[in-house]
């Protein structure tokens, strides 16, 4: 059973950083192209960032050049380090398959960015 467990969310002050975790179970980790989506409330969920098998990256425009997706392929982990945050970036951060996610998702990590 595919699952993903994530964390490092938390409060942060505008132009603060944090580094977002998430660890797969369950699939083939080095073969899949892993996704960072977040959604906030009454909003759809969103694909912000994701990372090929290659270890190539690909954003959304509104967190281009602020954060940066990595993996670790040993651990069957993803990071997404996110830097001079903003209120706009404040979500739920999922990590999943992409584009394409699988069904189950797991709980998600809360990140509030507020002075």
């Known amino acids: 059973q595919v699952q993903f467990v994530e964390s490092g969310g938390a409060l942060v002050q505008p132009g603060g950083s944090l580094r977002l975790t998430c660890v797969a179970y369950g699939l083939v980790f080095r073969d899949r192209t892993i996704g960072w989506y977040r959604q906030s409330p009454g909003q759809q969920r969103e694909l912000v960032a994701r990372?090929?098998?290659?270890?190539?990256?690909a954003y959304v425009d509104s967190v281009k050049g602020r954060f940066t997706i990595s993996r670790d392929n040993s651990q069957d982990e993803v990071f997404l380090q996110m830097n001079n945050l903003t209120p706009e970036d404040t979500a739920t951060y999922f990590c999943n398959t992409a584009p394409a996610p699988e069904k189950s998702w797991g709980q998600g990590t809360q990140v509030t960015v507020s002075s």
């Open positions: 990372i090929f098998p290659t270890h190539s990256a």
